[in-house]
């Protein structure tokens, strides 16, 4: 079972990002509102308090004349929050000496110095009260607390208005904003629908610095994806060009060994389609081999393996078909630095079986007869394992080495049976396994030796 990354969707981005910004407006906007409330009436108290002690300081100056002799009358009304604010002026015998048309006949207050509170009837007052040094009069100025409420209001009102216009606005502005920023973000999706799976192509760079990354690593992945793409093509058009000789060669055969005109032609051409069967069956084997290496199926096999019998069960396997052709097939494990043990690496015993065995399988292929291949394993002190397979045949020229390692790149001529398939696969394990594979000349110069070095 192949592992797979879900996505789970956190719902949309913009209105993430809309209901923080505005929640963060409205938040904002709430605690200005409220301090504004808190200071405007905090500076309004101060401000009407103060007011009232200048009336009252005022009026207390014009009690220290003589005003024994002044008619009680009733102070006209010259503004329009005048009729709010009531002052008295009484005597050390407590009599009324001059008011305010909106004052009562009682004492706004018992207090007779500083600022007090009081209840007449019901309204609230906010009073100031002061004598004069002499104690002969007593002046007291208050303020109805509702006419405080209502100057208070019409001066919130006129605070709080330009910041109720300006919280849609700003609203509206962070809608503006959001939507122009994430414009590219829509724009790279319509980019990306537009990709087709067998035609994949960059997307435009141009895009704002934070999304920079993502497009660098999506045009990356598309890259890989595509170049994957086009090597799932070569290896399918490959495949079936590789399948299409042997196939065409079992039934050409099979044909003549049904129109033969005796046993003798009959028994060659079965044996010639017997020939291009196991040709058939090497090539698909192969093929199945290659698919399981490409897709990671043993990628989770990993072990402790001895590489050493590893290459010892590989000779066993292949030693008939050695004998057959008249090679000697030997290993040589005693050239290394450390004992039996550093041969020891962490890796998949059936791909490094698969390795091994393409590696001599070929060798013994391309050798001659009355020739040999040595397989020779050898662990290092650098905590290193060398495995090498040496045979004396052909070879391959230092300028055809790269190439040999592509799939279906056959090299030989002579006309030997192979899929070209065994060097890539080798080399395909080896990079599975951190190790890296090499082609140099044999012993003295002839043949071929395929190296590859492990990491434990």
Known sequence: MTDSISLRKSGSLRRQLLLLLLGGLAIIWLGTAVLTVIETRQELDELLDAHLAQSAALLLAQAGEDVDDIEIEHAPNLHRHAQQVAFQIWDDEGRLQLHSANAPATPLSTARNGYSDTRIGTESWRVFSIATPDARHQVQVGESRAAREELAAEMLGQLLSPLLVALPLLGLLVWLAVTR?????????????????????????????????????????????????????????????????????????????????????????????????????????????????????????????????????????????????????????????????????????????????????????????????????????????????????????????????????????????????????????????????????????KGLCVRILFST
């Open 181 to 445: 920023a994430l414009r590219p973000v829509r724009q790279l999706g319509d980019a990306l629908s537009q990709q087709q799976p067998g035609q994949l192509h960059p997307l435009d760079t141009s895009v704002p610095r934070e999304l920079a990354p993502l497009v660098t690593r999506l045009n990356e992945l598309m890259l890989r994806v595509d170049a994957s793409l086009d090597s799932e093509r070569r290896f399918t058009s490959d495949a079936s060009h590789e399948l299409r000789t042997p196939l065409a060669a079992i039934r050409t055969q099979l044909q003549v060994a049904q129109g033969a005109r005796d046993d003798a032609e009959r028994d060659r051409a079965i044996t010639m389609a017997l020939s291009a069967g196991e040709r058939a069956t090497r090539l698909i084997e192969q093929l199945l081999t290659l698919a399981r290496v490409d897709h990671g199926v043993l990628a989770s096999k990993a072990s402790a393996v001895n590489l050493r019998d590893v290459a010892l069960q590989c000779i066993e396997l292949l030693a008939p078909e050695a004998a057959r052709k008249h090679v000697e097939l030997g290993l040589d494990a005693g050239g290394g630095d450390t004992g039996n043990n550093a041969s020891i690496i962490t890796g998949h015993a059936d791909l490094l079986q698969i390795l091994l065995r393409n590696l001599v399988d070929n060798a013994i292929r391309y050798s001659p007869a009355d020739s040999s291949v040595t397989v020779h394993v050898a662990g290092r002190h650098n905590g290193t394992v060398a495995v090498s397979v040496c045979d004396e045949g052909p070879g391959i020229p230092q300028e055809q080495r790269e190439a040999a390692m592509q799939r279906f790149r056959r090299l030989d001529t002579s006309g030997r049976q192979g899929s070209g398939l065994g060097l890539s696969i080798a080399d395909r394990i080896a990079t599975l396994h951190g190790a890296t594979l090499t082609l140099s000349d044999g012993p003295d110069g």
